[in-house]
């Protein structure tokens, strides 16, 4: 017998292939309730019941059931997709987080601690989901172990303060052609802008408080004790300071004058020349401290808006820093008052460590 060769046959005109079983659409709850309705008032039975709301008896019958066990039409907790993380899990990933390790490493660990295996996005949106974001890390001046003594001290003993009297002053540098550092780019097509080696720069001081601001000092030279001097005559000027409409009456005279431990601000004719304009009225702040001082709240919103502005030159630079001075809201300035008890907590907390302000 030879061998017959196969020969495939053209498929039939007008007959589609099977698809197998369809699959029901969900009834709503108004036809999962007429489905309730249909069996315990008419008594009718799935069969017939699928035929008049129109879905597959299997359907019925499992509705039937549910309202059988539950007492409801409502789909049971938990038909989502399954979670793989526990809650304990995702604090654990949380904290690994806090410790500096990234997404890999703490996939690595999980699946060596529980033998299963996660993804790193998982992971990643674990991290996301409770704010943390993968940021750099910012450079600060580590602080010596006299230093820390003098900052727990300082907050011990300024924890019941009225920091309400207080005006908060320092000085902050701003550059010319200073530009936003992130935007969102195609990686390995990076945006680049031209960066003047020294580009021109202002220097400002100011002060504020809940219930006053002075007026800024521009200054282009390297801020030595006579020139500080100079600011402190003109500037703590009583015609020199805003007070806000709802300011206390005997505020004028009773503020309180805060400044950080540089040495030309302890200079011996410094302290004298404020010992004429506060009197005893002066705060001796801490040296390092500049995260328990609230001016650096407010320099970093000017910088913003400074950055937010395509700013060309150095007159430009100062009305916007100027205007933005102004235009700052007290709401702002108080709300940064406001954490100064937290702050102190915070720094008793860390026995004179660095807070996170």
């Known amino acids: 017998m030879k061998n017959q060769q196969f020969v495939p046959q053209p498929p039939l005109v007008g007959v589609e292939p099977n698809p197998g079983p369809r699959r029901s659409p969900r009834l709503s709850e108004e036809k999962r309730w007429r489905v309730i309705h249909l069996a315990t008032e008419l008594h009718l039975g799935p069969v017939a019941i699928a035929k008049r709301v129109g879905a597959h008896r299997d359907t019925v019958a499992d509705l039937l059931k549910k309202y059988h066990d539950t007492g409801t039409v409502k789909d049971r907790p938990g038909r989502g997709r399954k979670r793989k993380l526990s809650a304990e899990d995702e604090k654990k990933i949380v904290k690994k987080a806090k410790h500096d390790k990234d997404a890999r490493q703490i996939a690595r660990e999980y699946e060596s601690e529980t033998g299963t295996k996660i993804d790193e996005t998982t992971i990643r949106r674990v991290i996301h989901a409770h704010k943390l974001k993968w940021l750099v890390r910012e450079h600060v001046e580590e602080l010596t172990e006299t230093n820390k003594a003098k900052r727990l001290a300082y907050a011990q003993a300024m924890s019941e303060h009225n920091w309400k009297k207080v005006l908060f002053s320092d000085e902050k540098t701003f550059w010319l ?103 005893n009225r002066r705060i001796d702040h801490p040296a390092q401290s500049p995260d328990l001082n609230i001016m650096e709240d407010l320099w970093s919103y000017l910088d913003r808006k400074v950055k937010a502005a395509n700013i060309k030159t150095i007159q430009g630079l100062k009305r916007k820093i100027t205007s933005e001075w102004e235009k700052l809201p007290w709401s702002y300035i108080r709300n940064s008052v406001g954490t100064m008890p937290a702050r102190l907590a915070e720094c008793v907390k860390l026995e004179g460590a660095r807070t996170h302000y």
């Open 177 to 279: 052609g200073a530009d936003k550092n992130h935007a969102w780019q195609t990686p390995g097509k990076r945006q680049q802008y031209p960066m003047k080696r020294h580009p021109p720069k202002i220097h400002v001081w100011a002060a504020a408080g809940t219930y006053m601001k002075s007026k800024l000092y521009f200054f282009t030279e390297n801020l030595k004790s006579p020139l500080y001097q100079k600011i402190l005559a003109s500037r703590l000027a009583k015609d020199k300071i805003t007070f806000s409409s709802d300011s206390p009456v005997r505020l004028p005279n009773n503020f309180e004058f805060l400044q950080d431990n540089d040495p030309k601000h302890k200079a011996k004719k410094t302290m004298e020349l404020l010992q004429e304009i506060v009197n």
